[in-house]
T-cell receptor
Framework: DGGITQSPKYLFRKEGQNVTLSCEQNLNHDAMYWYRQDPGQGLRLIYYSQIVNDFQKGDIAEGYSVSREKKESFPLTVTSAQKNPTAFYLC???????????FGDGTRLSIL | AQKITQTQPGMFVQEKEAVTLDCTYDTSDPSYGLFWYKQPSSGEMIFLIYQGSYDQQNATEGRYSLNFQKARKSANLVISASQLGDSAMYFCAMRDTGFQKLVFGTGTRLLVSP
């Protein structure tokens, strides 16, 4: 089945530690995205990538980094500079144009 | 800047009845797209329906329809014949100018009772 796989489902971070969230898609989509969702809120865009080896900052990129070395993969690193990382993180992908974005099942990140 | 407003934090409906979830938007771009997503308690975002700004007819997908009123800048989701499985958060979103980046509203929690 084609889809988007996010791992792990739950992640805990210690103070001062960087952690990486995985996102893999086998839909052959060009564009990929990372969103953050806080309780009772909508989604806010962290980073997005239209093609391999290219990505742009979204609305809340500070404290995060990404890479896009392969079309299928768009990992997100939450760095120690992100002071309030506890949230639900969703990865999405889409074809270019007006096609809807398809989402993974998300990763819940908490601070130890 | 583009903005999506969902003014209903929560809605209740009885099974088999229809329900309308409100969404208003703000943009100066003549070309845009509007989306509705469903988020069950498990967390995944499920795409429901899409409406393009130049579409002449309101979008429909099974029990979901979009009441698109361009002059009023509203894109309300109508769910007909509600089912218990429809209980979830519902988000309205707009495609950003120039790219597929989505701007989301704060969501409406729908509870369907037997």
């Amino acid at each position: 089945d084609g889809g988007i796989t996010q791992s792990p489902k739950y992640l805990f971070r210690k103070e001062g530690q960087n952690v990486t969230l995985s996102c893999e898609q086998n839909l052959n989509h060009d564009a990929m995205y990372w969103y953050r969702q806080d309780p009772g809120q909508g989604l806010r865009l962290i980073y997005y990538s239209q093609i391999v080896n290219d990505f742009q900052k979204g609305d809340i990129a500070e404290g995060y980094s990404v890479s896009r070395e392969k079309k299928e993969s768009f990992p997100l690193t939450v760095t120690s500079a992100q002071k309030n990382p506890t949230a639900f993180y969703l990865c999405a992908s889409s074809m270019t144009g007006d096609q809807p974005q398809h989402f993974g099942d998300g990763t819940r990140l908490s601070i130890l | 800047a583009q903005k999506i407003t969902q003014t209903q934090p929560g809605m209740f409906v009885q099974e088999k009845e229809a329900v309308t979830l409100d969404c208003t938007y703000d943009t100066s771009d003549p070309s845009y797209g509007l989306f509705w997503y469903k988020q069950p308690s498990s967390g995944e975002m499920i795409f429901l329906i899409y409406q393009g700004s130049y579409d002449q007819q309101n979008a429909t997908e099974g029990r979901y329809s979009l009441n698109f009123q361009k002059a009023r800048k509203s894109a309300n989701l109508v769910i007909s014949a509600s089912q218990l499985g429809d209980s979830a958060m519902y988000f309205c979103a707009m495609r950003d100018t120039g790219f597929q980046k989505l701007v989301f509203g704060t969501g409406t929690r729908l509870l369907v009772s037997p």
